[in-house]
């Protein structure tokens, strides 16, 4: 029951979060291209990668494995999970198609799955020079 409560604390937490962040942007950025659906995926990707590296490394820290545990759910499950939103990345690139602009819907299509999935293998970097810095 307490993975449940991290998760939905942490999905909570991460909606509104993306709601804040993804309302700025748009703000900013008027015209055809969805940069805040595109930011928040590819900074909550990151952070995933980021966050996973480093919480796999706590049990070699002496963390007990149900806090690990209870940790990753709560940050990569919960608040990443609920501030990344890839269904409506999908949702806008098909309405974009629909209005005529493919070359938009394609280039958020493949350009949503190639820079977040960059972005979390940086993520993964980083949370490994930040590992090597505990260890090294």
Same mark, same amino acid.
């Given at each position: 029951?307490?993975?449940?409560?991290?998760?939905?604390?942490?999905?909570?937490?991460?909606?509104?979060?993306?709601?804040?962040?993804?309302?700025?942007?748009?703000?900013?950025?008027?015209?055809?291209?969805?940069?805040?659906?595109?930011?928040?995926?590819?900074?909550?990707?990151? !952070?995933?990668?980021?966050?996973? =590296? @480093?919480?796999? #490394?706590? +049990?070699?820290? &002496?963390?007990?494995?149900? $806090?690990?545990?209870?940790?990753?759910?709560?940050?990569?499950?919960?608040?990443?999970?609920?501030?990344?939103?890839?269904?409506?990345?999908?949702?806008?690139?098909?309405?974009?198609?629909?209005?005529?602009?493919?070359?938009?819907? !394609?280039?958020?299509?493949?350009? =949503? @799955?190639?820079? #977040?999935? +960059?972005?979390? &293998?940086?993520?993964?970097? $980083?949370?490994?020079?930040?590992?090597?810095?505990?260890?090294?």
């Amino acid at each position: 029951m307490i993975e449940l409560l991290v998760v939905a604390v942490g999905g909570g937490l991460g909606a509104a979060a993306r709601f804040m962040v993804d309302g700025e942007i748009r703000a900013r950025h008027t015209g055809g291209f969805p940069w805040g659906t595109f930011v928040v995926n590819v900074t909550g990707s990151f !952070l995933i990668g980021v966050f996973s =590296t @480093l919480l796999y #490394t706590l +049990t070699f820290l &002496g963390v007990p494995g149900d $806090v690990a545990l209870l940790l990753q759910l709560a940050l990569t499950v919960g608040l990443c999970g609920g501030f990344t939103t890839f269904s409506t990345a999908t949702v806008e690139s098909v309405r974009l198609a629909q209005s005529g602009r493919m070359r938009l819907a !394609l280039a958020n299509s493949l350009g =949503t @799955l190639a820079t #977040t999935v +960059t972005a979390a &293998g940086l993520g993964v970097a $980083v949370g490994g020079v930040a590992v090597g810095g505990l260890f090294g």
